[in-house]
């Protein structure tokens, strides 16, 4: 890619503010964690790999502004940032599990000394950075042969590489199979209220050469009727472990949509997204942000003042109406419950 998600440069973290595009390509320069942080809750960066990315650096980057040499006031200062991390957004499973990595590194502090453990967070905030990158080439590689000469892929929000370290889930199979040599189009979901389809999945196919229509949300079920879609493409920001799949608002719609007409509907997400803790979907927490973001567009409104509105960030896709899920250890079918918990061990 031309552009680079999010990038560590030693003293800060420079991160693409994905709230600007397309209009503007701008980057964040975020020298300490809280901005990191207010960076992930303002969806600045966004997308569930790369909003881990972006945790881990965050924690790297306290870890070398922390003045302190004493281990337990080191300690006890990056827990507070690994907490505050945390809460930034619920739903993103891999936001969780970058902390964790990164928090297993930190409570070796007391073996390894302050020095050490700075550096040995650093290597582990990179190394997340670069295994996202790797895993998504995998999933492009193992969901390639999906795609067709001459298909339509139908995409809503955006997995590509603005949602991760710099390459993409569900469009990273699209861009797997385009660098192969295969020649198909591509329907980009607007996604509303946040319009990541049509300001950010339409950029980036842009960017590729990639031929992309934008359509609204509400379109999907009548070019499925016409016969205009051969599948469906998506990402994922958790995924239970009988294979429910929690991802961006609209997603449940388009799975029964598909399902209805016979399209065959894909999650593609490195297993990082796999939550085997949780039974099903029912317990996947499900953000609800400001409902400015529903009642205004960029600040302005465009529905009646006072008037009340809902804003879920994500839905759960029902496993029943999944496909199969693309991931860097292959491509995963049913029973899910059986064949995402060999794959995760």
């Known amino acids: 890619m031309k552009f680079k998600t999010i990038e560590w440069k030693g003293d800060r973290v420079r991160i693409l503010d994905q709230r600007r595009l397309p209009q503007e390509v701008r980057y964040l320069d975020c020298r300490d964690a809280s901005s990191v942080t207010q960076a992930i809750r303002t969806?600045?960066?966004?997308?569930?790999?790369?909003?881990?990315?972006?945790?881990?650096?965050g924690i790297a980057l306290a870890a070398k502004k922390t003045l302190s040499h004493q281990p337990e006031a080191f300690h006890k200062s990056l827990e507070k940032v690994c907490r505050e991390m945390r809460q930034t957004r619920p739903t993103a499973v891999?936001?969780?599990?970058?902390?964790?990595?990164?928090?297993?590194?930190?409570?070796?502090?007391?073996?390894?000394g302050v020095d050490e453990t700075k550096e040995r967070l650093v290597k582990e905030a990179l190394n997340i950075l670069k295994e996202d990158i790797e895993i998504n080439r995998k999933i492009g590689m193992f969901g390639k042969r999906l795609i067709k000469n001459g298909d339509r892929v139908l995409t809503h929000c955006n997995a590509g590489a603005l949602a991760t370290a710099g390459y993409g889930t569900a469009l990273g199979v699209i861009y797997a199979a385009w660098a192969e040599g295969k020649r198909f189009c591509v329907f980009a979901d607007e996604t509303r209220p946040q319009m990541q389809g049509a300001r950010l999945t339409a950029w980036e196919l842009v960017q590729k050469k990639i031929p992309v229509t934008i359509v609204t949300d509400n379109m999907a079920g009548w070019l499925m009727e016409k016969g205009q879609v051969n599948l469906v493409l998506v990402g994922a920001d958790r995924?239970?472990?009988?294979?429910?799949?929690?991802?961006?608002?609209?997603?449940?719609?388009?799975?029964?949509?598909?399902k209805w007409h016979g399209v065959p509907f894909y999650v593609a997400a490195p297993t990082s997204t796999l939550d085997l803790t949780l039974d099903s979907g029912l317990d996947i927490p499900i953000e609800e942000r400001d409902i400015r973001e529903v009642t205004h567009f960029r600040g302005y409104p465009i529905a009646p003042k006072g008037v009340k509105a809902f804003n879920p960030a994500f839905d759960v896709t029902?496993?029943?109406?999944?496909?199969?899920i693309i991931t860097e250890k292959g491509l995963i079918r049913k029973p899910f419950e059986k064949n995402l918990k060999r794959i995760k061990v």
Request: proline content about 3%; hydrophobic content about 50%; overall charge positive.
């Open 94 to 112: 891999n936001l969780f599990w970058a902390v964790d990595r990164m928090k297993k590194i930190l409570d070796q502090v007391y073996t390894h």
């Open 239 to 258: 995924i239970a472990r009988n294979g429910d799949t929690a991802n961006k608002i609209g997603t449940y719609s388009l799975a029964v949509l598909s």
């Open 318 to 324: 029902p496993h029943s109406l999944v496909h199969a």
């Open 43 to 57: 969806m600045a960066i966004r997308g569930a790999p790369a909003i881990g990315v972006a945790a881990a650096m």
